[in-house]
């Protein structure tokens, strides 16, 4: 039972657009959200977060929107740049929980 | 230089014998964590120590086993019982259990049992 979904595996952007990376959630009662970037060979790494009680949060070029009604949320990159070429990671939580649930990623490639 | 450290980067077995995964990390975390990532699904939590001495089952701890004996060193051992062990396997840490919301991953041992 996936409770954290990306439903695209792979998503490919041309350098200097925007990038929009999705995720859906099942479980109400999540109620923080983190998304993570992995690059080959390399552990994932924190990007960004956000709390249910927020609908968007920034950080430079990235930002990310969460629609809790629609259980979804969104990581924008503006503007797209080849280093952004990576695998991105949704991951959701109960805050107390003590553990994280992950999405299946989504490669994102930047073609120059 | 911080970090978490795994090893090796690759590990072959052949069926039916026990391996032992190494993590270690310098970052006087407390908390510590395992997951394992198949093709096409998230990272599912194998086991987690909160503390030295003390570790809990995540989502699939059937067929592995940890031990935590010292705080920088959280080793994962894969079983005969593990009935599908090949995956790329995820060690992380946090500052403690309260923060487990900001882990920080090694770069992976990815195995592959013959």
């Known amino acids: 039972d996936q409770q954290v979904k990306q439903n695209s595996p792979s998503l490919s952007v041309q350098e200097g657009r925007i990038s929009i990376l999705n995720c859906d959630y099942t479980n109400s009662m999540f109620d923080y959200f983190l998304w993570y970037k992995k690059y080959p060979a390399e552990g994932p790494t924190f990007l960004i977060s956000?709390?249910?009680?927020?609908d968007k949060n920034e950080d430079g070029r990235f930002t990310v929107f969460l629609n809790k009604s629609a259980k979804h949320l969104s990581l924008h990159i503006v503007p797209s740049q080849p280093g952004d070429s990576a695998v991105y990671f949704c991951a959701a939580t109960v805050q107390g929980a003590q553990k994280l649930v992950f999405g299946q990623g989504t490669r994102l490639t930047i073609n120059p | 230089d911080g970090g978490i450290t795994q090893s090796p980067k690759y590990l072959f077995r052949k069926e039916g014998q026990n391996v032992t995964l190494s993590c270690e990390q310098n970052?006087?975390?407390?908390?510590m964590y395992w997951y394992r990532q198949d093709p096409g699904q998230g990272l599912r939590l194998i086991y987690y120590?909160?503390?030295?001495?003390?570790?809990q089952k995540g989502d699939i701890a059937e067929g592995y086993s940890v031990s935590r004996e010292k705080k920088e060193s959280f080793p994962l051992t894969v079983t005969s019982a593990q009935k599908n062990p090949t995956a790329f396997y995820l060690c992380a840490s946090s500052i403690s259990a309260a923060t487990y919301n900001e882990q920080f991953f090694g770069p992976g041992t990815r195995l592959t049992v013959l």
């Open positions: 120590s909160q503390i030295v001495n003390d570790f």
């Open positions: 970052l006087n975390h407390d908390a």
């Open positions: 956000i709390s249910s009680i927020k």
